[in-house]
């Protein structure tokens, strides 16, 4: 399959519709297909290319475009998107390798980028935000972090007036469905990792998940929005809530609460210290997080002049983060020119993690 | 006091530097004021003017600028405002009339506004951000609606990829604490009104708030960003909460549940019909509405693709709405040259209030 079969989305295009190229054809890339494609289908937005490694496979899966629309043309080569006319691609791929080079490759491509990837954006964020300004494009990744949840837009532009001190969330669905499968049922983990699993919300191995490396990646993304510091993924504390078993949701509940996988930052300014850990933690079952059950996110972010701000959202699932990352192309169609400026990050002088207590507390 | 008062802020500021003037040093001003010089100032920003009809009096009691900082120029003639070499203009004077007179010259002038008037945004919003694109510059209002809490942001940006089909929120802090007071303390709307006033969350006279006007203003603007709908504050039935007794709360106590006050939008997109209203309104005890006591505001916003999204915020008091105009300001100082574009808004063809029940239900 090669550039020519482009040919076949010559139809109809507005020349102030931006187009849209999605890599990666999964549940996310699949997901936002559907959403510009449907019947809320977005004015200034075109899907004008598909590239997946299985396209000619997929291709045949996909029901017939609705009549008078030009059907999005499919490749299997990278390179066929980056020397399309596509305005926006759509990094939907996961996993930080090879996903960084398709995004540097298409920001130099003058391509603008929008990312549900954490990883990429975790570990490679300020250096492609800073390739992006330098080729006046844009790089966004609300999708990146939180699903349907707005936590990056809520913290890198709408809290940007206050000082963050503290971000305490549940940022992975799958492993709060998981634990709160366990907590509302008293099943054993096995039992509720298959339930989550028909439900869509997790993946035949969830260890990501439950380890806390997706929710670490998650929460260095925070720490450089809210906090502006410099924080690998491999820098902050990871505790695994896949060894978890009822008898511990027992003994939580006669405490008075449950337990949630809490992603924990806290910057303690005057001592240039972040204690950031992502674990299984105690919760009261009368906080944000016991209340948050199957694949909901959940965050309470703290500041000096505005106090705690909340939000909560649908974290997992192709759908909740297929709104986030159109949020983003709705953004970048309005305002092609706009900056998402690269941040001035520092380092901390000290990374902490859990102190040494069994069970984590959330707050 | 003249133009002449400008000349002692002549020290160091550097060139791209964010030129900001404030209009209006109330209560909310001069938290803005506090937040541009205090100890957490912020480098993109410089406060350079303050405008007041009592500037005189106002600066004489204001301290002495931190040694090394040029002071901002005070004067009492808007004139002055406008013929500065001030970026953005803050108003912060609150009213529709004649502050939506002095956003249009200020914009007319060219610069850019910030604004926490949901009176003037809700009123006068799509012509004023018409105005702000022709001149190349930007209108930003997330303080006009929820207090630190950014629900303009994540409606307008975060959640612009999803169909919005409900929001219904607290958005009056002011009548959130008297409610919540009453509630928890079973006293007179008279004693829970003083209570407030003493807490810095009430004004003298809070009619506005208790009746709803307020709340109602800054529904108008939720539904033009959420639904695209053009709605005037006087198309949504208010009902006022400034008759409440004791009683009211004992009364929904025995249901499970309390009272709130509660702004309630929803679109029948297929009807094209608007359901819109504030009323003082039964929750649950379990509700996110319950749980937010004192100046809290609160929403929850539905959307067909991404479920429920929650919100909760600081909603009333100079601090908490600094927060977001200071927000709005850095994001300008970041990209001066960004749209903000005036929504393409329709009329819908039916708005409704509350059916004729006497304590609306809020969900």
Not at 209 to 227: E, P
Request: glycine fraction near 10%; hydrophobic fraction near 45%; charged fraction near 20%.
């Amino acid at each position: 399959m090669t550039l020519n079969s482009f040919h076949t989305s010559g139809n109809s295009p507005g020349p102030d519709r931006c187009r849209v190229g999605i890599l990666g054809f999964g549940t996310v890339g699949s997901a936002i297909a559907r959403r510009l494609t449907g019947p809320d289908s977005i004015p200034s937005l075109q899907l004008s290319h598909i590239c997946d490694r299985r396209a000619r496979e997929k291709q045949a899966r996909q029901p017939e475009a609705p009549h008078g629309s030009a059907p999005p043309a499919w490749t299997d080569r990278f390179d066929d998107l980056l020397a399309s006319d596509v305005d926006v691609v759509v990094e939907a791929i996961g996993g930080a390798e090879p996903a960084v080079d398709y995004v540097r490759a298409a920001l130099l491509a003058g391509k603008s980028v929008v990312t549900s990837n954490r990883q990429v954006i975790a570990h490679h964020g300020p250096a492609l935000l800073a390739l992006a300004e330098r080729q006046g494009r844009q790089l966004r990744y609300e999708a990146a972090v939180g699903g349907a949840m707005p936590i990056v837009r809520a913290l890198g532009d709408g809290l940007a007036g206050d000082r963050i001190t503290r971000i305490v969330a549940i940022l992975n669905g799958t492993a709060n469905a998981v634990l709160s499968r366990m907590d509302a049922s008293g099943c054993t983990i096995d039992e509720a990792i298959a339930d989550a699993c028909a439900r869509g919300y997790a993946e035949a191995d969830p260890s990501a998940d439950l380890d806390g490396v997706d929710a670490g990646a998650k929460l260095a993304i925070l720490c450089a929005l809210g906090f502006s510091l410099r924080v690998l993924p491999g820098q902050i504390e990871l505790r695994t809530a896949a060894r978890l078993d009822p008898g511990a949701f027992e003994g939580a509940r006669l405490r008075g609460g449950t337990i949630r996988q809490i992603a924990h930052a806290e910057y303690l300014r005057d001592r240039s210290t972040l204690v950031a850990w992502v674990a299984p933690a105690f919760v009261p079952l009368t906080s944000l997080f016991a209340r948050a059950t199957g694949p909901q996110n959940a965050a309470i972010i703290s500041g000096v002049y505005g106090g705690d701000i909340t939000l909560t959202g649908s974290g997992a699932g192709g759908e909740a983060t297929a709104v986030a990352a159109v949020g983003d192309l709705v953004v970048i169609a309005r305002d092609r020119a706009a900056i998402v400026p690269a941040p001035v990050l520092v380092e901390p002088a000290e990374i902490r993690g859990l102190s040494d207590h069994k069970l984590a507390e959330a707050v």
